[in-house]
C-alpha cells in the first residue's frame, strides 16, 4: 500500500512537469476560444478545435510566425482569462463593445454580425410581441446581446424575462423544449442551427445595431496586437478569406 | 435517434479521454488532500490548544464555502495576484485537494477517536513513546477505519470535478458540451456523461471495498 501510493505521487509529479513543461519549452500564444460557438470556434469530429476564427488564426500564425494552440475557455470568463494571462488574445467570433474596449485592444473588424431573435419555426411570435409582451428571453451569458438587452430593454421598463445560458446551443434546446419563447442571437449561428436541421425560425432583428467582431489583445500587448491586425488584414485581403467565409456559412 | 447515437460514436474516444482527466483530477486530489489531511487530523486529536483551534479554523473554512467560489478564486484572483502562471488542470487538482484535506481530516478524526484509550496507555506502558504508539499502533487501524470514508469522499470528489470545468479543464463535462454544440444532440451526449462518471463512480467505490477486505487483519474486533 505504501508503494501504490509512492508509486502514484512520482506519476502525478511527472504529469505536473510534463505539462508545466510544455509550456516553458517554447513560448506557444494561446487563443482562447468558446468551444460552444459554430461556426466561429467548436470542436470538430476528431476533438481538434475547428471554425472560422481557428482558421483564420492558424493562417495568420504561419503568415507571421508564431506558434498557436486553441484553448477552449469559458465564456463568461474570458476576458478574466485574458487579463490573468492564461490565455493570449481572443479570436472567438467576439463582438465589439464599448465596456470591452476598456478592458481590452481590438484589431480591425473581419466581420459584422447582425443580432436577431429566433423561436420555434411553427411559433407565430413578431418582434413586436416579444418585445412588449409577457414572454421568456434567452441569451447567452457574457455576450453582448446579453448586455445590449439589459441596458436598453430591461432598464427601460419592458416586461419580459431573461434567461442567460452557458452557451448559445443550450438557449436553442430550451427554445425547442418550450422554456423560453425566443432567443437573441446572431444571424450566423441562427443559420447554422437552421442548417444542422433545428426547427426555429428567424422573426426579426430586435433594434440592437450590428456588432463588430473583432480579435482582442491585452492593452500592453502591443506587439502581438500589431501581428495579429497586419496578419488580420492580409488575410483579409486574399482569395482564401472568401473561401473560409463560404466554407462557414458566413457571408 | 440515429443522429444522436452517431454523435455519441464520433465523440465517443473525446469524451472517454475527459472522463480520464476527471480521474487524474481526483487521484491527485485525493492523495494531497490526505497527504494535507492526515497531519490535520492528527493535530485536532493529539495538538495542543492552539494548533487544534487553527485545524479547526481551516476544517470550517475549507467545508464553508462552495467549489466554484474557490475555483474561480484561486484561477483568477490568486494565482493571478501572486503572479504565479498555473494551468486550470493544477487549480483544479489543488483546490479540490485543499477542500478535500478538510473533510479527510475528519473521516480519519473519526477513526482516530474510535480506538479505544485503552490501546494507547497500553502502548505507553510497553515503553513506547507518544509518537511510536500513534504510528505503530493507533494509525495503523484508523487509516483501515477510514476506507469506506474515503469511498465515499471518492465518489464526491469525482462529482465535484466535473465543476471544474467552468475554468475550461478538459474534463468530461466540457468536453459533453463541445460535441454537444457541434451535433445538437444534447440528451443523448449528457446520458452518455452521466454513464461514464456512473461507471467512475462504481469502478472506484468497487476497488475501494476490495481494498478494505484486503487490509482487514483476521480476527480483528474493535
Same mark, same amino acid.
Given at each position: 500500500?505504501?508503494?501504490?501510493?509512492?508509486?502514484?505521487?512520482?506519476?502525478?509529479?511527472?504529469?505536473?512537469?510534463?505539462?508545466?513543461?510544455?509550456?516553458?519549452?517554447?513560448?506557444?500564444?494561446?487563443?482562447?476560444?468558446?468551444?460552444?460557438?459554430?461556426?466561429?470556434?467548436?470542436?470538430?469530429?476528431?476533438?481538434?478545435?475547428?471554425?472560422?476564427?481557428?482558421?483564420?488564426?492558424?493562417?495568420?500564425?504561419?503568415?507571421?510566425?508564431?506558434?498557436?494552440?486553441?484553448?477552449?475557455?469559458?465564456?463568461?470568463?474570458?476576458?478574466?482569462?485574458?487579463?490573468?494571462?492564461?490565455?493570449?488574445?481572443?479570436?472567438?467570433?467576439?463582438?465589439?463593445?464599448?465596456?470591452?474596449?476598456?478592458?481590452?485592444?481590438?484589431?480591425?473588424?473581419? =466581420?459584422?454580425?447582425?443580432?436577431?431573435?429566433?423561436?420555434?419555426?411553427?411559433?407565430?411570435?413578431?418582434?413586436?410581441?416579444?418585445?412588449?409582451?409577457?414572454?421568456?428571453?434567452?441569451?447567452?451569458?457574457?455576450?453582448?446581446?446579453?448586455?445590449?438587452?439589459?441596458?436598453?430593454?430591461?432598464?427601460?421598463?419592458?416586461?419580459?424575462?431573461?434567461?442567460?445560458?452557458?452557451?448559445?446551443?443550450?438557449?436553442?434546446?430550451?427554445?425547442?423544449?418550450?422554456?423560453?419563447?425566443?432567443?437573441?442571437?446572431?444571424?450566423?449561428?441562427?443559420?447554422?442551427?437552421?442548417?444542422?436541421?433545428?426547427?426555429?425560425?428567424?422573426?426579426?432583428?430586435?433594434?440592437?445595431?450590428?456588432?463588430?467582431?473583432?480579435?482582442?489583445?491585452?492593452?500592453?500587448?502591443?506587439?502581438?496586437?500589431?501581428?495579429?491586425?497586419?496578419?488580420?488584414?492580409?488575410?483579409?485581403?486574399?482569395? =482564401?478569406?472568401?473561401?473560409?467565409?463560404?466554407?462557414?456559412?458566413?457571408? | 435517434?440515429?443522429?444522436?447515437?452517431? $454523435?455519441? @460514436?464520433?465523440?465517443?474516444?473525446?469524451?472517454?479521454?475527459?472522463?480520464?482527466? %476527471?480521474?487524474?483530477?481526483?487521484?491527485?486530489?485525493?492523495?494531497?488532500?490526505?497527504?494535507?489531511?492526515?497531519?490535520? $487530523?492528527?493535530? @485536532?486529536?493529539?495538538?495542543?490548544?492552539?494548533?487544534?483551534?487553527?485545524?479547526?479554523?481551516?476544517?470550517?473554512?475549507?467545508?464553508?464555502?462552495?467549489?466554484?467560489?474557490?475555483?474561480?478564486?484561486?484561477?483568477?484572483?490568486?494565482?493571478?495576484?501572486?503572479?504565479? %502562471?498555473?494551468?486550470?488542470?493544477?487549480?483544479?487538482?489543488?483546490?479540490?485537494?485543499?477542500?478535500?484535506?478538510?473533510?479527510?481530516?475528519?473521516?480519519?478524526?473519526?477513526?482516530?477517536?474510535?480506538?479505544?484509550?485503552?490501546?494507547?496507555?497500553?502502548?505507553? $506502558?510497553?515503553?513506547?513513546?507518544?509518537? @511510536?504508539?500513534?504510528?505503530?499502533?493507533?494509525?495503523?487501524?484508523?487509516?483501515?477505519?477510514?476506507?469506506?470514508?474515503?469511498? %465515499?469522499?471518492?465518489?464526491?470528489?469525482?462529482?465535484?470535478?466535473?465543476?471544474?470545468?467552468?475554468?475550461?479543464?478538459?474534463?468530461?463535462?466540457?468536453?459533453? %458540451?463541445?460535441? $454537444?454544440?457541434? #451535433?445538437? @444532440?444534447?440528451?443523448?451526449?449528457?446520458? #452518455?456523461?452521466?454513464?461514464?462518471?456512473?461507471?467512475?463512480?462504481?469502478?472506484?467505490?468497487?476497488?475501494?471495498?476490495?481494498?478494505?477486505?484486503?487490509?482487514?487483519?483476521?480476527?480483528?474486533?474493535?
Amino acid at each position: 500500500m505504501k508503494n501504490g501510493l509512492r508509486c502514484l505521487v512520482v506519476v502525478l509529479m511527472a504529469v505536473m512537469v510534463i505539462s508545466g513543461g510544455a509550456f516553458a519549452a517554447e513560448k506557444t500564444l494561446i487563443n482562447g476560444i468558446d468551444a460552444n460557438y459554430p461556426p466561429y470556434s467548436f470542436i470538430d469530429k476528431t476533438g481538434k478545435p475547428d471554425g472560422l476564427d481557428v482558421m483564420a488564426v492558424n493562417w495568420i500564425a504561419k503568415e507571421m510566425g508564431f506558434k498557436v494552440k486553441h484553448q477552449p475557455t469559458e465564456w463568461a470568463a474570458i476576458i478574466p482569462s485574458l487579463k490573468a494571462k492564461k490565455i493570449d488574445f481572443i479570436a472567438s467570433g467576439m463582438s465589439v463593445t464599448p465596456e470591452r474596449k476598456e478592458q481590452v485592444n481590438f484589431t480591425v473588424s473581419y =466581420y459584422q454580425t447582425v443580432m436577431v431573435l429566433v423561436a420555434k419555426d411553427i411559433s407565430a411570435l413578431t418582434v413586436d410581441q416579444a418585445i412588449n409582451g409577457n414572454l421568456k428571453w434567452g441569451v447567452q451569458r457574457g455576450t453582448s446581446e446579453a448586455k445590449w438587452i439589459e441596458d436598453n430593454l430591461l432598464k427601460k421598463g419592458k416586461a419580459f424575462k431573461l434567461q442567460q445560458y452557458d452557451s448559445a446551443p443550450l438557449a436553442m434546446e430550451d427554445i425547442l423544449n418550450g422554456r423560453i419563447d425566443v432567443a437573441a442571437v446572431s444571424t450566423t449561428s441562427a443559420e447554422e442551427f437552421m442548417l444542422k436541421g433545428m426547427a426555429i425560425r428567424i422573426i426579426g432583428k430586435y433594434g440592437q445595431p450590428d456588432d463588430e467582431t473583432a480579435y482582442a489583445v491585452r492593452k500592453e500587448d502591443t506587439e502581438l496586437y500589431n501581428k495579429l491586425n497586419d496578419g488580420l488584414k492580409k488575410l483579409m485581403a486574399t482569395p =482564401y478569406w472568401q473561401e473560409l467565409k463560404h466554407q462557414y456559412g458566413l457571408r | 435517434m440515429s443522429q444522436g447515437m452517431t $454523435a455519441i @460514436q464520433e465523440g465517443f474516444w473525446y469524451l472517454l479521454e475527459g472522463a480520464w482527466v %476527471n480521474l487524474i483530477v481526483v487521484v491527485g486530489a485525493l492523495i494531497f488532500g490526505f497527504l494535507l489531511g492526515l497531519p490535520l $487530523a492528527l493535530g @485536532q486529536v493529539y495538538g495542543g490548544k492552539i494548533l487544534r483551534r487553527v485545524f479547526a479554523v481551516y476544517v470550517w473554512f475549507f467545508r464553508g464555502i462552495p467549489l466554484l467560489v474557490f475555483l474561480f478564486l484561486f484561477y483568477f484572483g490568486l494565482v493571478a495576484w501572486l503572479d504565479i %502562471n498555473l494551468s486550470a488542470f493544477t487549480v483544479a487538482v489543488i483546490v479540490l485537494g485543499l477542500i478535500s484535506a478538510a473533510y479527510q481530516s475528519q473521516t480519519l478524526r473519526g477513526a482516530l477517536l474510535s480506538i479505544p484509550e485503552g490501546q494507547m496507555k497500553a502502548a505507553r $506502558a510497553l515503553g513506547m513513546s507518544d509518537f @511510536q504508539a500513534i504510528f505503530r499502533v493507533i494509525l495503523p487501524q484508523s487509516i483501515r477505519l477510514s476506507i469506506p470514508g474515503w469511498s %465515499n469522499e471518492y465518489a464526491i470528489l469525482l462529482k465535484d470535478s466535473a465543476v471544474t470545468y467552468a475554468l475550461g479543464v478538459s474534463e468530461l463535462m466540457s468536453r459533453t %458540451n463541445h460535441v $454537444a454544440s457541434r #451535433t445538437y @444532440q444534447h440528451l443523448y451526449l449528457y446520458i #452518455t456523461a452521466g454513464i461514464l462518471f456512473m461507471i467512475l463512480t462504481y469502478a472506484g467505490t468497487r476497488l475501494m471495498g476490495m481494498l478494505q477486505k484486503r487490509l482487514t487483519v483476521p480476527g480483528y474486533t474493535r
